[in-house]
């Protein structure tokens, strides 16, 4: 029955293996209105690291963070530091040319080695190692796209060979190989750095929303509880930019979800970190945490709120895990979400062209942790120096034809969605287990229903705060998620996920939880 247990993949603990195995320091909120060189919102690996090389710049910083520190995306990374974004660079030159194409080749790998110099010169322990990375491949109609990117990878200069012998538990035909790639424990890494933030005029304010930016000469960003940060530049690294300054940034970018197991296993895995360039991905690192070695299992994705069922995702992880390894437990479970570009690109730089005091980084297609920490490099040029050597590449302002047919194909998908939701009609009132979710009419309107283990009910209006589209239920994070734009709810209507910035109307009495009653009769609170 242990054995079991060990290997049922929803007895393991439900949160990333990163935000488990630290401790984070506790920082106050926003209480009053202050004046800084540079405001800064979100505190994951961009805007941490971009605060640091600010305040180590001599400017007077504020990092808000709507939560606490590394909550959002970088706590739930697999932590690869890499300039291999799957099969990218052979399609990065025949779209935006190789002069451009190296430009993020370079900005990736000084990346890397940024965090390798601040590792070492700050002695920090965040278990960085070097080694190679692989995007290998079992089927062999994959072989020679794999061929063209080592040979697009050496055209800009990086470390690639064609490889067929890799340390994996089960045989591919081929790979591209980077050498000089590497991996860590980010939180470790960037609670070291955010040490060094606060102090001579500098902060990090948690559990601080903020909710606009007033456009002026100087930015004001407004929080949701009343006071206000002015600055000479806001930088917008909250994943999905909470601000939009007509960027139109939610037609530009999706999201995707993606899920993780770590699990312990008889065997090592070998060194190296790899992903399969074929669907349904798979992802592999290991974590070697003092006492055993922990394998992390990725993939899975799909775009958010594109599936209700999602509990499926974390089985299949766990059947690949048990075909290929023997596995003696598993210790760890959890889902991220990643802002996608049409084009493969990150937008990183001027929010519009006509914002000169509004930067953003956004839109990181899965590889926050090398394209986070260029993007803070890049965000630091521009707003020290005005310019960075590697910015073109990565402008918000660009447009490129070869991308357009992504981009319309992405927003007929939004504008379906919103319309079915609309018009699709919701189940009959009917009781709910414990632990299930069902969309439900209520005289007419559309409510979502979730009863709790406890076995109360929330009903909540499922119409996106964002831009209106109707939620879907997930079964694996207990959320209601647009298939929009992205936003995802808790089950009591809290904001999980921008854009959105407001919570869900509750449908419920006032006693402040829904019950039977309340569906026959709902009532707004």
């Given at each position: 029955m242990e054995k079991e247990e060990n290997l049922n993949v929803f007895a393991s603990k439900h949160e990333p293996y990163w935000l488990s195995s630290i401790k984070r320091e506790e920082h106050p909120g926003l209480s009053e209105d202050i004046d800084v060189d540079v405001?800064?919102?979100?505190?994951?690996?961009?805007?941490?690291t971009t605060g640091f090389?600010?305040?180590?710049?001599?400017?007077?910083?504020a990092v808000l963070e709507a939560n606490r520190l590394f909550s959002g995306t970088t706590g739930h990374t697999t932590a690869k530091l890499t300039s291999q974004h799957g099969l990218i660079y052979d399609r990065l030159i025949a779209t935006f040319g190789e002069e451009r194409a190296k430009q993020y080749a370079v900005a990736n790998e000084e990346a890397i080695g940024f965090v390798e110099a601040l590792v070492r010169e700050k002695n920090i322990d965040c278990n960085f190692e070097t080694l190679p990375a692989y995007i290998y491949t079992e089927d062999e109609r994959y072989i020679e796209r794999?061929?063209?990117?080592?040979?697009?990878?050496?055209?800009?200069?990086?470390?690639?060979s064609f490889a067929e012998d890799l340390p994996l538990p089960f045989t591919v035909r081929g790979a591209v190989k980077f050498e000089g790639q590497a991996q860590f424990h980010p939180l470790k890494y960037l609670s070291a750095l955010a040490r060094e933030i606060p102090g001579d005029g500098s902060f990090i304010f948690e559990n601080t929303l903020a909710v606009d930016v007033e456009d002026a000469k100087r930015p004001v960003?407004?929080?949701?509880?009343?006071?206000?940060v002015t600055a000479s530049f806001v930088v917008i690294a909250s994943h999905f930019p909470f601000y939009d300054g007509l960027g139109l940034y939610f037609t530009k970018?999706?999201?995707?979800?993606?899920?993780?197991?770590?699990?312990?296993?008889?065997?090592?895995?070998?060194?190296?970190?790899?992903?399969?360039?074929?669907?349904p991905v798979r992802s592999l690192r290991n974590i070697k945490d003092g006492r055993s070695e922990l394998i992390i299992i990725g993939g899975e994705n799909h775009k958010t709120g594109d599936q209700t069922g999602t509990n499926v995702h974390y089985r299949n992880l766990a059947?690949?895990?048990?075909i290929n390894f023997t596995v003696k437990k598993i210790h760890y479970r959890w889902s991220t979400q990643d802002c996608m570009t049409a084009d493969g690109v990150p937008y990183i730089g001027f929010l519009t062209a006509k914002t000169p005091t509004i930067l953003v980084a956004t839109?990181?297609?899965?590889?926050?942790?090398?394209?986070?920490?260029?993007?803070?490099?890049?965000?630091?040029?521009?707003?020290?120096?005005?310019?960075?050597?590697h910015a073109d590449v990565f402008s918000p302002q660009r447009l490129h034809l070869a991308a357009a047919p992504s981009l319309v194909v992405q927003n007929l998908d939004v504008a379906r969605k919103l319309i079915s939701g609309k018009l699709s009609g919701g189940a009959k009132e009917e009781d709910l287990k414990n632990g299930e979710a069902k969309v439900i009419?209520?005289?007419?309107?559309?409510?979502?229903?979730?009863r709790d283990h406890e076995g109360t009910l929330h009903v909540l209006d499922i119409t996106c705060t964002h831009l209106g589209c109707e939620l879907v239920w997930n079964d694996a994070e207990l959320t209601w998620d647009c298939p929009c734009h992205g936003s995802r709810f808790s089950y009591t209507g809290d904001v999980v996920e921008c854009p959105a910035l407001r919570p869900l109307k509750r449908l419920e009495g006032d006693d402040g939880a829904s019950d039977e009653k309340n569906i026959i009769d709902p009532k707004l609170t």
């Open positions: 405001a800064i919102v979100g505190g994951g690996i961009t805007g941490i090389l600010l305040k180590k710049a001599g400017l007077k910083v794999i061929k063209r990117e080592v040979a697009a990878a050496e055209t800009l200069g990086l470390s690639a960003v407004v929080t949701k509880d009343g006071p206000k970018i999706y999201t995707d979800r993606s899920y993780v197991i770590a699990i312990e296993a008889e065997e090592s895995l070998g060194e190296g970190v790899f992903l399969s360039a074929e669907t059947d690949f895990a048990k839109g990181y297609n899965k590889w926050g942790m090398t394209s986070g920490t260029a993007a803070a490099r890049i965000l630091s040029d521009l707003i020290t120096k005005g310019e960075s050597p009419t209520a005289y007419g309107q559309k409510a979502g229903a979730y």
